[in-house]
């Protein structure tokens, strides 16, 4: 059996009403489901507007390899380092998508003694939130088709349809579909494709909405399609902004569970990170920095996504300021960036290491030019050897980079002590956080400062394709919205066999869309999946329950 679901499987958990008590959430605010995990009515817990903000702690990383970072093993880690040293810290997380935990990459609750429970529940169906974005996501499609086949009143473009269908699931045969075949009562026929749920625009509207009210007011705005003299058609003017908003009444609630150590945790949303902004909700996040002094969150993959879009759109947009980032880096991850091939990484190869310790260096440089202060969290591994651990923990105190090391796979909270004090002195310090660009700029300025600053592009360029859309962006009045990046996470560029720190390159945008809901517009470099497929062996072979309703095969 997996080590890590063994873990979870052999925990004593806490009630959750235990838990509440711990986060300061009233008893009468829960919402249970089961003993284990609830949701929580923000509407009920009483003056929490006039409340002080706790201390925001983002977790972010290299650029992820096959080797494995373990940032979310950093994020749940700390918060019980934080816990152990008598803080009062909540943690913030993403909910997992099916699509990974049944594919390659697995859950998203951490791992070893660093991790969040009950984890089986909330790899799989949770609270049910996915469900309800799926189907929220497609109730709107099926009215905008029900739209242009009941006479098509708003005169619909179908060739312009924009509103894609999705399922919480990795299905390569649904990128590229044909609906409504043979019969006209089945509709206009046209050519589709389905994005992963994580992909959508509600995801991104559940994460950046402040309340029920503003999700109703967002998802009206959300464009599904185009007229024929090229005029955006919304969700609002197809009559499914209330139902939507209807099916996704309790979604908008955070769940509440724990970790192994009982530190309180909410988790809520989880847009990906290489198509979408890759943060927990804002409802969740603002609600923990009422309740906690410190809350720990993490943003998706590395920190040329992730923690660019955590600061410039989610911070913009929640009016958050971050105290301290933690940038996770593992010896095993940056020799894979300096050249070493996964079979070879437990030989020791110094000269490896500082190769890919440029990648590092990079993020470090991308976290400083928000103003902000990082501390670097070498997560360790058995494998690393002591002669590379000198070496990068010599490297970091000759250029004066705050660094800790992490353990907490191995030891838990115990083994986080020394990185979380490190965190609560520098959260003391003030800062000087400010965007890398301001909205008011142009698209393709904003696109420069981004592929410049947090990649370290020498430029960009523009598809026909792209430009088109630009200028049809600029006439609409959708310049003036933050950008979200749609590139590969596997390397600073756009090319994902670049590791390391690539030098002279060009960051080629392809397209663009808009999600107005969301309130930012999406720019597609090199080649973007939005519905993943399955690997040549997925995890879900190896999964199953026994005769004793016992799972096994999750990780």
């Known amino acids: 059996m997996n080590k890590d679901l063994e873990k979870a499987q052999q925990a004593t958990l806490e ?20 003993r284990n995990k609830a949701k929580v009515d923000v509407t009920n817990i009483p003056a929490i507007e006039e409340k002080p903000n706790g201390k925001l702690i983002l977790v972010t990383a ?13 994020t749940v880690g700390l918060a019980d380092g934080l816990q152990k040293i008598n803080q009062n810290v909540i943690a913030c997380l993403r ?18 003694y660093a991790q969040v429970v009950p984890m089986e529940e909330i790899n799989l169906h949770f609270t049910g ?27 619909i473009d179908p060739e312009k349809v924009v509103w894609k269908r999705c399922l919480d699931m990795n299905d390569r045969t649904l990128r590229d579909i044909t609906i409504a075949q043979e019969k006209k009562t089945n509709g206009i026929e046209r050519k589709d494709h389905f994005v992963i749920t994580v992909a959508t625009e509600v995801m991104a509207i559940l994460c950046l909405a402040k309340d029920l009210k503003d999700f109703e007011e967002r998802i009206g705005q959300a464009i599904v399609a185009y007229t024929f003299d090229n005029e955006p058609i919304t969700v609002k003017d197809i009559g499914a902004s209330g139902a ?3 099916v996704m009444k309790e979604a908008l609630k955070p769940n509440l569970v724990q970790t192994l150590e009982h530190t309180p945790v909410l988790i809520h949303g989880g847009p990906f990170a290489n198509i979408a902004h890759g943060c927990n909700s804002i409802i969740a996040t603002k609600l923990a920095l009422k309740l906690a002094d410190y809350v720990v969150t993490e943003a998706g993959f590395g920190a040329d ?61 991308s976290i400083q030019a928000f103003g902000l202060p990082y501390i670097i969290a070498i997560n360790k591994f058995s494998t690393d050897t002591t002669n590379e651990v000198e070496a990068l923990y010599t490297w970091c105190k000759e250029n004066e980079h705050p660094v800790a090391e992490a353990d907490g796979w191995a030891n838990g909270g115990e083994g986080m002590k020394a990185l979380a004090e ?21 698209i393709e300025d ?30 609409l009045g959708w310049d003036k919205l933050p950008i979200c990046m749609a590139k590969t996470p596997l390397s600073l560029s756009d090319d994902e066999k670049k590791k390391g720190r690539p030098k002279d390159f060009t960051i080629h945008v392809q397209d663009l869309s808009i999600s107005r809901g969301a309130g930012f517009v999406v720019v597609y470099t090199g080649s973007i999946l939005t519905m993943p497929g399955l690997p040549k062996e997925p995890a879900a072979m190896h999964m199953g329950i026994d005769e004793k309703g016992k799972s096994f095969g999750l990780f």
């Open 15 to 34: 009630d959750i009403e235990q838990i509440a008590k711990k986060a300061n959430i009233p008893l009468d605010c829960l919402e249970l489901y089961g």
């Open 244 to 246: 939507a908003t209807l």
């Open 95 to 112: 909910e997992p998508s099916l699509g990974p935990v049944f594919g390659l990459k697995g859950g998203a609750t951490g791992g070893g």
């Open 129 to 155: 939130d996915m469900h309800a974005i799926t189907t929220a996501n497609n109730l709107i499609a099926a009215m905008l088709d029900n739209s242009i086949y009941q006479g098509n009143p708003l005169q």
């Open 422 to 442: 490190l965190v609560v002195n520098i959260c003391e310090k003030e800062n000087d956080f400010h965007f890398i660009y301001e909205e008011e700029e142009s």
């Open 62 to 74: 290299i650029n992820p390899t096959k080797a494995g970072e373990g940032k979310s093993t950093t």
């Open 305 to 365: 996504l992730g923690a660019e879009k955590f600061l410039d759109i989610k911070c913009r947009k929640g009016e958050l300021k971050p105290n301290v980032v933690v940038i996770v880096a593992t010896i095993r991850a940056l020799k894979m960036h300096g050249g070493v091939e996964q079979a070879d990484l437990t030989k020791e190869n110094i000269e490896a290491l500082f190769k890919g310790i440029e990648n590092l260096q990079k993020h470090i440089e």
């Open 446 to 475: 904003k696109i420069e400062k981004i592929a410049k600053t947090i990649y370290g592009a020498d430029g960009v360029e523009y598809s026909d394709n792209a430009k088109e859309k630009i200028k049809l962006f600029n006439q």
